[in-house]
């Protein structure tokens, strides 16, 4: 997490972006995968409005996931349903629902869901710092890290079913025929739900 | 203006996983239905792998990134540590691009 957090500060900052942009961003929205576009579309010189409403329809998978999650996996006090809540992002969730049994999914959650909620700002300022002195990040093949790390941690729930790799191999595909056919970024990956009739 | 934009994208992503949950604590699923919800976590991811792997923007991703994801998505059917599969992915773009592979 920490080092896709400083792949997304130096790619903020190499594009233009204040450091307090990616900074800010990495607090109060938590999900990877929208910042990074937000800053990407900001970054190209796009409107700040219009990216703010393509990182809100990636993260529109946070519904699903919130209904995935078992209740007792976040805990029942108010500060850990609140800030559980702002902390379910896609690693927190894989990671609590690869684990069998209330308290493993529990300490499962909160294990990384701390842990991103450091990391993930820390790299992004550790990024941004960085990416004010090297200016081609992408040499260091830190765009490869989100995809990877997501792979990694959804590949034990792959192994264990034939069908559910069967849909997640169809609902990728749609995701990049989505995408291929320009569809608005974020749309494609909620199309791939398509692929769930395979799984049932 | 980037303010506002942030402020939105923030509201509407606590929003989003805050209606999950709520319409979790409202309604309960027969195992059937919430296997099905878990499987939609895990196609979800999945396509968001396949998009952030292969495609930048609206095309395709060059050679590099794809490869590299592809060393970790063979790492981890291995059963390698999460860190070895993150730094070979990393590693393995990193060295490709360094040849000249885009």
Request: hydrophobic share 60%; aromatic share 6%; with cysteine.
């Amino acid at each position: 997490m920490y080092v896709f957090g400083v792949s997304y500060g130096a790619v903020a900052v190499t594009g233009g972006l204040p450091l307090w942009v990616p900074a800010v961003l990495s607090v109060l929205v938590m999900a990877g995968s929208s910042e990074l576009l937000f800053v990407g579309i900001v970054a190209a010189g796009g409107n700040p409005l219009a990216a703010a409403l393509a990182g809100v329809l990636v993260n529109a998978r946070h519904v699903p996931y919130g209904l995935a999650l078992p209740a007792g996996a976040i805990g029942n006090s108010r500060i850990q349903r609140v800030l559980g809540t702002h902390l379910m992002n896609d690693e927190s969730v894989v990671f609590a629902l690869a684990q069998s049994g209330r308290d493993k999914q529990h300490a499962a959650f909160w294990a990384c869901a701390t842990g991103v909620f450091v990391t993930w700002p820390a790299g992004a300022v550790t990024g941004a710092l960085l990416g004010g002195v090297v200016h081609n990040t992408a040499a260091f093949g830190l765009d490869a890290v989100f995809p990877a790390m997501i792979l990694a941690l959804v590949f034990p729930a792959l192994r264990e079913s034939r069908r559910l790799s069967g849909a997640a191999v169809a609902g990728a595909v749609i995701a990049l025929a989505g995408t291929a056919c320009g569809l608005p970024a974020g749309l494609p990956v909620l199309l791939a739900l398509a692929a769930l009739v395979l799984a049932w | 203006m980037v303010i506002a934009g942030i402020l939105i994208l923030a509201v509407g992503t606590f929003g989003f996983r805050l209606s999950g949950r709520l319409l979790k604590a409202r309604i309960s699923f027969p195992p059937r239905a919430r296997k099905l919800l878990e499987s939609a976590a895990v196609v979800l991811l999945a396509a968001l792998v396949a998009v952030s792997a292969l495609t930048q923007g609206h095309s395709a991703a060059g050679v590099a990134r794809p490869a590299g994801v592809a060393v970790a998505g063979l790492l981890a059917w291995r059963k390698a540590p999460f860190l070895v599969i993150v730094l070979a992915a990393a590693g393995t773009t990193a060295a490709l691009r360094l040849c000249g592979v885009p």
